[in-house]
């Protein structure tokens, strides 16, 4: 009974902040945008790709493309989240939400609670949708059907859990802007981090690294601990896309990215809740 | 149902309310004067938790300030009350009703008699975007009364309006009186204070310098706003 008293005003204030996103313009032009970029996708569908003379068969073609497409709209869709967050309690401050909400017997956590839920819905159904495309257009154009596809679609929506909390978070320490560039920052440095990681994993930089004495181990071993803890933005994303190989493929793979993020969301939402309980509103 | 019990609020260096002390009393209609930036808002504001008070302690019908329950009963109009563009009165006043846990007939029902009280029949379902200051107020205090709250928080209520709407809005503050709510009053109009208020407390620089019922303050021939004139300039 106490539980669901406490969860309504959450709900109200989670479908409140759900509304008041999509009636923004600013998002139903980028949420236009995306869409028509993402059918524009289409095209490479259609096209003969030829690897070491032989031509690659519609079933490899579909998941590759698709691979890659669902990367990018993963990613795309986290910095559209981060916009979003930046200035959602600004917003609300400004055009007297933020009193009409505190000035109720709701606490503070249950406000932030449901800023939190509403941009993470948002946001996870925009990336929904945008990858639902993708997986008509392989459906109806190409008979290739992966529901695996937007089953990784859900499970990459935990990077936005991420983005939203964390930038609710540093948009309570300093500028919108900065809180905004500081997330893209963090994603950024873990992509490039990710990058560099699985490139010195190929047979020439293991082979380049083993012929080096220039550098004893103990020097990077705080490097790696960074890289160990950085939050694992990209292997989400990669071990929500290993979904979509074929069953042969390694499945879910290794779960310490999901771990780590959920990690970071947990500790950043304490964080959160802790700074808006001090803060002072309106 | 009011209590401050010893309020500091500092914001370094400034002190906004240094140790204030006072109570209102259940259906009491009281006034807190003073200047600008004599630290009437602030008090507003840790009376609904907005900001917390650096010592001292605030409740509302015993209940801490801090504690979200104590603003079960209570209707509060901001200062330069704002709305999201993006509604309509109607979709906002629909919106505090539910946050206040009203059925969705029952909200819509209350809102329509608020409409009809605050004199905005007809512009309920226009943007607020097209709304002029003393009609946002209006939806303003119309969100107050939302609940029938027991206790009204209004700071500057009649901000934006025009000298007819200060009369609506001083009449409709005097009939909720005579139906027992409570009021709590920051204006800056003596003038409607010393009509509607049975009681006053008089701020500057965070100081309380009075606070007592207006007919035992007010000296004979003297106006409220003489008494607040020669007690802020001391």
Redesign the interface.
Known sequence: METSKSLTPITKITKYTLIDEVQQRSFVIMFVFCAICVFLVRGCYQGNYMVNGQALDTGTIVRTLSKATFHIIGTGVMVIASLLSMRIFRRDRNEGMQSCILSKPIARWQYVMGKILGLWVVSTLFMFILHSIVFLITSINLKVIMPEYLVASLLCSINLLFVVIAVLLLSLLMPDIVAFLSVLGVGVVGFVADGIAAASHSQIAQAMLQQSTASPQSDVTWWRVVYFLWPKLLGVQQLASSLIESESSHGFGPAYPLINVLAYCLILGVLLFNRFRDEDTV | MIELKNVTKRYDPLTAVDNVSFSVKTGECFALLGPNGAGKTTIV?ML?????PSSGSLSINGIPSTD?????S?G?L?EN??????LSGWQ?LL??A????ISRSEAADQCRRIVELIGMHGRENTKVGTYSKGMVQRF?LG?ALMGDPKLLILDEPTSGLDPIGIREIRQLLESLKDQGMTIFLNSHLLSEVEKICDTAAIINRGKLLVKDTISSIVKDGETLEDLFVRVVKG
Do not use: N, S, V
């Not at chain 2, 009350?81 to 993006?86: F, G, L, S």
């Not at chain 2, 539910?98 to 846990?101: D, K, Q, R, V, Y």
């Open positions: 504001k609904l938790d907005f900001t917390r979200a329950e104590c603003r079960q209570i509060y901001a009350h704002h709305m999201p563009p993006a906002y919106r505090c539910e946050l206040l846990g303003g969100a």
